[in-house]
């Protein structure tokens, strides 16, 4: 069809009157129409799509709800100009055609890739890191599509710390109270809040203002009795009291019981009055703390030394006051703070890991791990190819796929009617086993001793 007229003033610049120019106008509307109407008579075909797309919902000025191949009316698919019935072929949803289609995996170690238009996961062939999930492990890396780690050492140097290692929180470092010097008898060291400290920086004051207190570096304590030196008996009802061979000695009656826990007196008629007192004190005992008065009895709170550690026994030491930490006499169960492992026991005062949990579900085409905070067993598929069976020699050619170990089982066939073939699993030797005697073998013919008769 031609559409414009071949005329050479269409396409040079002559001026046409307005009558002309009207009329080629109108002419050319109307060949575009009778165009448009010839077009929309022909059966187009539609553009082949990709396996597993729809052509629906094409868009445009066509309208709604229709297929691309749909121009001429009716319910069809892409491929279908002559039937009703609406056809959609679904693709899978994991097809490809390189490794780059494939949605990245969750699945830490491995990497998606495309097998033959399919996704599938294998293990990762680069170094990466992952997280094992243990804060006992650093420096994880991917290892044959297993999270791998170095144990983490966790020691701070302090004596006065148990460290330890917790798998789901990391380095632990617990406070002890237990003697941390000793070779200067002038001074008492303890550990106290995770540090070194003087417990004791006078030990040797005995509370006597009639001595002199000091402590030799070798002797240890040394006390010089003062004599004719004024000083308090705490005796109402004395007086002119002096030292005297080391003791607050005074004149007069002495209402003195020496107990620290009464306030000692006498009345003007000399009787004496000891009256209970609720003072600090010290009862003596260097492994109870608090002492205090209480119905003119001095008495403190045993001095707690545990260290919240099942593999330490903490006991105070009744001459100095410091804890001291044992081991357990005997084995001693313990948590390790890893679910994956069981039977923990104590040794050198640390919490030893148990014995890991087996995870293996007997399939050789599967990775299997276990989880440190749950104690669950995860299994994954192992990567398509690889080479399986070898608990079962009867296989030939075994590959894992999709999780499976798939190979040909291994011909024992003797061509003999009379001997039972089998294979063994384990060894792969084909072994035959002779039928029952008279077991039919052929026309007129049975099986005797394993040999067609």
């Keep these: ?188 060291h303890a550990c106290q809040a995770g540090k070194c400290a003087v417990v004791n920086p006078s030990p040797c004051d005995d509370n006597n203002t009639c001595t002199v207190d000091s402590c030799d570096p070798k002797l240890g304590c040394q006390y010089k009795s003062l004599t004719a030196v004024a000083c308090d008996d705490g005796d109402s009802c004395t007086k002119g009291d002096v030292c005297k061979f080391g003791q607050c000695v005074g004149k007069g009656k002495s209402c003195n019981d020496d107990n620290p826990c009464t306030d000692d007196g006498c009345d003007a008629a000399g009787t004496c009055a000891n009256v209970p007192n609720s003072k600090a004190c010290s009862d003596g005992k260097p492994c109870t703390q608090a002492d205090a008065c209480a119905n003119g009895t001095c008495s403190g709170k045993p001095k707690n030394c545990e260290d919240g550690s099942p593999c330490t026994i903490n006991t105070c030491d009744p001459l100095t006051g410091a804890c001291n930490v044992g081991l357990p006499s005997t084995p001693t169960p313990c948590d390790d703070g890893n679910a994956c492992t069981t039977g923990e026991t104590c040794a050198s005062f640390v919490c030893q890991p148990g014995v890991a949990k087996t995870c293996d579900d007997g399939n050789d085409c599967t990775v299997d791990a276990c989880v440190p905070a749950t104690g669950e067993c995860a299994h994954q598929p192992a990567a398509d190819g690889d080479a399986c069976g070898a608990s079962n020699l009867c296989l030939v050619d075994a590959k894992c796929e999709l999780g499976q170990c798939i190979g040909s089982t291994k011909s024992c066939d003797d061509n003999n009617p009379c001997t039972t073939d089998l294979c063994d699993p384990g060894t792969g030797l084909c072994t035959q086993a002779n039928a029952v005697d008279g077991t039919v073998c052929g026309e007129n013919l049975t099986c005797q001793s394993g040999v067609c008769l």
């Design 1 to 188: 069809m031609k559409i414009f007229p071949s005329r050479p003033w269409i396409l040079n610049a002559d001026p046409l009157p307005q009558q002309r120019r009207s009329a080629f106008w109108l002419y050319n509307t109307l060949a575009l129409s009778l165009l448009a109407l010839s077009l929309g008579s022909v059966g187009c075909s539609a553009p082949t799509l990709p396996e597993g797309n729809t052509a629906a919902d094409g868009g445009g000025d066509g309208g709604a709800d229709q297929t691309t191949a749909d121009q001429s009316g009716g319910d069809q698919t892409a491929g279908d100009q002559t039937g009703s019935d609406t056809k959609v072929d679904t693709a899978p949803a994991v097809a490809c055609k390189v490794d780059t289609d494939c949605p990245a995996t969750k699945v830490q170690c491995y990497a998606a890739f495309c097998d033959v238009g399919t996704c599938d996961i294998k293990p990762v062939t680069v170094t990466q890191t992952c997280n094992d999930g243990n804060a006992c492990t650093e420096a994880d890396t991917c290892s044959k599509g297993k999270c791998v780690g170095t144990a983490k050492t966790c020691n701070d140097d302090n004596p006065c710390t148990i460290d330890l290692c917790a798998p789901a929180s990391g380095c632990v470092f617990n406070n002890l109270d237990k003697p941390c010097q000793t070779d200067d008898i002038c001074t008492l």
